[in-house]
């Protein structure tokens, strides 16, 4: 059973950067896909940012180049540099991974985006 466990969320005033990582656990297996997804109240999950056990990422156009989505394979670890962060930004962001047709979920982190 895969466990992701996320760490480095927090408060940032706008403007602002943080960095979020996420550690798998549970496998022996390269994970094929790892990254993130954020939530607020108001709207559905939706992508941030993923990254495949390759190298190739996908990227929502809201966050495309301010928010940089690394991994280590050997730590099966997923990292996203966000920067300019703004207010809307705002939200629980939850680490995702995928393996062997499975999708797993972390806890999730929360982000908040204020002055």
């Known amino acids: 059973q895969v466990q992701l466990v996320e760490s480095g969320g927090g408060l940032v005033q706008p403007g602002g950067s943080l960095r979020l990582s996420c550690a798998a656990s549970?496998?022996?297996?390269?994970?094929?896909?790892m990254g993130w997804y954020r939530q607020t109240p108001a709207k559905q999950r939706e992508l941030a940012a993923t990254i495949t056990s390759g190298g190739l990422r996908n990227v929502a156009d809201s966050v495309n180049g301010r928010f940089t989505i690394s991994r280590d394979n050997a730590k099966n670890t997923v990292y996203v540099e966000m920067k300019s962060l703004k207010p809307e930004d705002t939200a629980v962001y939850y680490c995702?991974?995928?393996?062997?047709?499975?999708?797993?979920w972390g806890q999730g982190t929360q982000v908040t985006v204020s002055s």
């Open positions: 549970g496998t022996n297996f390269r994970l094929d896909v």
């Open positions: 995702y991974a995928h393996l062997l047709g499975r999708d797993y």
